[in-house]
């Protein structure tokens, strides 16, 4: 079910799943996505009230002024706080929402009773091998930003460049896999409200890892294979981490909510139930 709040006169479109009387648990999505792509894992976790908002700029959620880091974190609190009604809420993060969720919960540590990173950012986009790629990419976004409005929407959703970003995080070698994949990103990887927007969370989601000060129980959820959050990083993010488990699942890489999501969900029960 949709449904929409306002968090300092910007919208903010999220989703209900399941009875309201199981245990709530928010999820939070990675970057370019929408709420849609952890859908995957939702369907294994009937046994809880799920709610999954549309980040800030992305899907059908309003921009708020800034999309830094401290922005995300503040809207991300002001969220849980609208739709918690005092309940204890679990909460996990994909990705870029990795991110964001890790600093919410050091943040705020009395908010969160649990904590779940799917391929948690560990390891800095701007170092190491990644760094080339990394400004490759701000220099795309960045002129997807200052070309004229068509131009700029028409590059940064580029079918073709849409398809290469898919089969750089895809593993799988199942064809209805990739064409699921392929198909889900080409949906929704290039609904967000502005370019600038884009461009700032971007460059939020590269100039930022997870925080590792949690101090809640905290489970890491890995893909072995993963070129964007390589396993080395979790392993060291895990030692870390005062109270946390990491569990990796062999032969897929960054997109674990699509293409293991049963995995993902098994390992998300057996840890909050």
């Known amino acids: 079910m949709e449904k929409t709040i306002s968090i300092n006169g910007r919208a903010t479109h999220y989703w209900t799943y399941g009875r309201a009387d199981k245990p709530l648990l928010i999820m939070v999505?990675?970057?370019?996505?929408?709420?849609h792509g952890l859908l995957p894992v939702v369907e294994y976790l009937d046994d809880f009230y799920i709610i999954i908002p549309d980040l800030p700029g992305f899907g059908n959620s309003q921009t708020i002024p800034r999309h830094d880091l401290a922005s995300y974190v503040d809207w991300l609190n002001e969220f849980c706080k609208s739709i918690r009604d005092d309940r204890q809420l679990d909460i996990l993060g994909h990705s870029f929402g990795s991110i964001i969720v890790s600093h919410y919960a050091v943040k705020f540590p009395d908010q969160a009773r649990r904590v779940v990173l799917v391929n948690p950012i560990s390891t800095s986009a701007?170092?190491?091998?990644k760094q080339l790629a990394t400004k490759a990419a701000v220099l795309y976004y960045w002129l997807g930003d200052k070309l004229p409005s068509k131009l700029s929407r028409s590059l940064l959703s580029n079918p073709a460049i849409v398809k290469i970003m898919s089969l750089a995080m895809t593993q799988s070698r199942d064809p209805d896999m990739r064409h699921f994949i392929h198909d889900q990103h080409k949906s929704y990887f290039s609904n967000f409200q502005t370019t600038a927007s884009v461009l700032e969370a971007f460059k939020t989601s590269t100039a930022n890892i997870i925080n590792t000060n949690i101090k809640q129980p905290t489970l890491l959820i890995a893909g072995d294979s993963d070129m964007i959050a390589p396993l080395k990083g979790q392993l060291a993010a895990a030692d870390k981490i005062v109270d946390c488990r990491l569990v990796t699942i062999a032969d897929v890489g960054h997109l674990i909510h699509y293409e293991k999501p049963d995995r993902a969900?098994?390992?998300i029960r057996d840890f909050l139930s």
């Open 29 to 35: 999505h990675g970057f370019r996505g929408t709420h």
């Open 265 to 267: 969900a098994l390992a």
């Open 126 to 129: 701007l170092k190491g091998s």
